[in-house]
């Protein structure tokens, strides 16, 4: 079992910037890939950024490339989640989670390839 903590949301201004973390425990997830979702009122839960269990690769949504960073730092079991340039929009519940089994970054744009989440944390930009 894996448990996954999310912290560092707030409000924010829009054009500031925000620090994710992710802390997992249960056991190590160096292994495995590690994503960032977010969900805002009424929507359905969207990517945001996933990174390979060694940090090596990362893949972002559009909406958040150039202005958003993932990161993980395995000797702490954390995954991080630099966001800049905040806008409106980026207002959400941001959730983190751990893939199910090792594949391609590309498959972990969805929620379904994840085996574990965090309870998540509130984001919100104000203009």
């Known amino acids: 079992q894996v448990q996954l903590v999310e912290s560092g949301g707030g409000l924010v201004q829009a054009g500031g910037s925000l620090r994710l973390s992710c802390a997992a425990s249960?056991?190590?997830?160096?292994?495995?890939?590690m994503g960032w979702f977010r969900q805002a009122p009424g929507k359905e839960r969207e990517f945001v950024a996933v990174i390979s269990w060694s940090g090596g690769s990362t893949y972002y949504a559009n909406s958040v490339k150039g202005r958003f960073t993932i990161s993980r730092d395995n000797a702490k079991n954390t995954v991080y989640l630099q966001m800049n340039s905040l806008k409106p929009e980026d207002t959400a519940v941001y959730y983190c989670a751990c893939a199910a089994k090792p594949g391609y970054l590309s498959a972990y744009v969805t929620p379904e390839n994840y085996a574990y989440w965090g309870q998540g944390t509130q984001v919100t930009v104000s203009s």
């Open positions: 249960g056991r190590t997830v160096s292994s495995y890939a």
